[in-house]
């Protein structure tokens, strides 16, 4: 029932984040004109209070970084590893590889421009859309949270979700607010990693055949 439920939820993401990359690639003016009213907002709230801009660099360029998610995704393989779990290592290092490669290969067919301000708080290269902050926190928490043994305490895995939860919202808003991505960047990225860890997911837990709806042990 999990891995069906998983599975349902990655094509219905990949579904959704079709029609917005669609959308972002034709440049419909009812989202262009959203994301940069939003996007000016943001970035004037960012440029009055530096205080908050500075926190919020420091949360998007070291805490929640894609080399920070992707260093706890490899310290996750060599721990599975380590401890004879070996097929669940290669699945963390495939999908977070693959996460890798989806985005810069979208990024570049996309090409959509970074937005461009005139007093800038931050900075960021190569194509805006989708972003990568968003994409990598939210596929390397999603694996963290399919990792999560049997048997954990309730409260250890509510901490699990509401700890991935912030993560995953907190370094898409850090970069909306610090001027170098556009709201719907954000959402695409979200939606991206969202379907490639529940599809990834389901199929690993469906490959495991009966009883594979609880964490390998």
């Known amino acids: 029932m999990r891995t069906d439920r998983l599975r349902w939820a990655g094509i219905g993401c990949a579904l959704l984040v079709a029609v ?18 939003a996007a000016r907002d943001l970035h004037g709230h960012a440029v009055a209070h530096p205080g908050v801009t500075h926190t919020m ?3 998007s360029d070291w805490v929640w970084d894609p ?17 004879g779990r070996r097929r669940r290592a290669l699945v963390v290092a495939a999908v977070t590889l693959t996460a890798s490669v989806l985005q ?23 194509a805006a859309y989708p972003s990568g902050h968003a994409m990598t926190a939210t596929v390397v ?37 610090l001027g170098v991505h556009w709201p719907s960047d954000v959402l695409g990225g979200w939606l991206l990693g969202g379907a490639l860890v529940a599809l990834s997911v389901s199929a ?9 709806a609880g964490p390998e042990r």
């Open 57 to 59: 660099r420091v949360l």
């Open 20 to 37: 917005l990359t669609a959308l972002v690639a034709t440049g419909w003016r009812p989202l262009v004109s959203y994301d940069a009213r």
């Open 67 to 83: 080399w920070t998610m992707r260093a706890l995704a490899a310290a996750a393989c060599v721990l599975l590893w380590w401890r």
């Open 104 to 126: 810069q290969g979208l990024k570049s067919l996309v090409g959509r421009e970074r937005p461009v301000w005139a007093d800038p708080v931050d900075s960021a290269h190569y």
């Open 141 to 177: 928490c999603g694996l963290l949270l399919w990792l999560l043994p049997a048997g954990t305490p309730r409260w250890a895995v509510g901490g699990a979700w509401a700890a991935a939860a912030l993560s995953v919202l907190g370094v898409g808003f850090t970069r909306a607010y």
């Open 204 to 212: 690993a837990d469906r490959g495991r055949g009966p009883g594979a």
